[in-house]
């Protein structure tokens, strides 16, 4: 049984899952940033094929311990989720989004995360490398 969630939390989870969903539709990479959507939360923008794939990067303890049902999270520096529609919708697709690599979200059962005891923009490449093997290959540098 999972326990309740504050209102407010709710609301931030579905700002951030209307960031998301917006921002499928712009601009493609192979990888990238994006502007933070709500107080700690940025997305993380890629692409698996030619399917959009975008990522909320939770960096707030609260929050980590409330997606996590655990609020003795230890050392961590951040949460990586993806929605569990979104990934169904990259596979349908032909395009593998390892789910098994990722742990269920027990307050919000449609994400699914991974918590990284510090992070940086090369562990987050190098995880979205492993998790989702159609990340498109890196272009030859010039």
Not at 22 to 28: K, L, N, Q
Not at 105 to 121: G, K, M, R, T
Request: proline share 6%; glycine share 4%; hydrophobic share 45%.
């Amino acid at each position: 049984m999972s326990r309740p969630v504050q209102t407010t939390f709710v609301d931030k989870v579905r700002r951030v899952q209307e960031a998301v969903t917006a921002a499928r539709g712009a601009a493609r990479r192979h990888f990238g940033f994006g502007e933070e959507v709500a107080p700690g939360v940025r997305l993380v923008l890629s692409e698996a094929g030619s399917r959009p794939l975008v990522f909320s990067l939770w960096t707030l303890p609260q929050d980590i311990a409330t997606l996590c049902s655990d609020a003795s999270v230890p050392a961590t520096a951040a949460l990586l989720a993806v929605d569990s529609a979104q990934a169904r919708e990259v596979t349908a697709a032909g395009h593998t989004v390892d789910l098994g690599q990722f742990s269920r979200s027990q307050s919000n059962p449609e994400l699914y995360y991974a918590l990284f005891d510090h992070v940086s923009q090369r562990q987050i490449h190098t995880l979205l490398h492993r998790l989702v093997p159609a990340l498109a290959a890196h272009a030859p540098a010039a």
